[in-house]
């Protein structure tokens, strides 16, 4: 993956980060989607995800103890999120991502990202 490419992600992962949940304005582009992945269970839901670039995918923890999804080559990380709360990122670049769980690293998952 390209720095540029990188540098974009952060940039929404950031933004993101410092707009409440929810808050985000719907775009006029009808083809953005927000997914959402289920933790629970100590598995992630689903687990692989394919989604186009400008989605946005929302991790939401249904589990009894806090969990995370953090990117392998630190390109975003949720932070840790207790029961019941979620994390949401917007990925505007295609391309893919391998993400565990940080206190759970047998915890797996990927975002592949399409245009
Ligand atoms: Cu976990």
Same mark, same amino acid.
């Given at each position: 993956m390209s720095q540029l490419t990188r540098r974009t992600v952060l940039r929404f992962a950031a933004f993101c980060a410092a707009v409440p949940f929810g808050a985000i304005p719907a775009r006029a582009d009808s083809h953005v989607t *927000?997914? =959402?992945?289920?933790?629970?269970?100590m598995r992630f839901s689903p687990a692989d995800l394919t989604i186009k670039a400008g989605d946005t995918v929302t991790w939401r923890?249904?589990?009894d103890t806090a969990h995370s999804a953090w990117d392998v *080559?630190? =390109?975003?990380?949720?932070?840790?999120?207790?029961?019941?709360?979620s994390a949401a990122l917007t990925f505007s670049a295609a391309g893919t991502f391998s993400y565990r769980c940080r206190p759970h690293r047998s915890m797996r998952g990927t975002i592949t990202i399409t245009r």
């Open positions: *927000n997914h =959402v992945v289920v933790i629970k269970n923890n249904e589990d *080559n630190d =390109v975003f990380d949720t932070g840790l999120l207790l029961p019941g709360q």
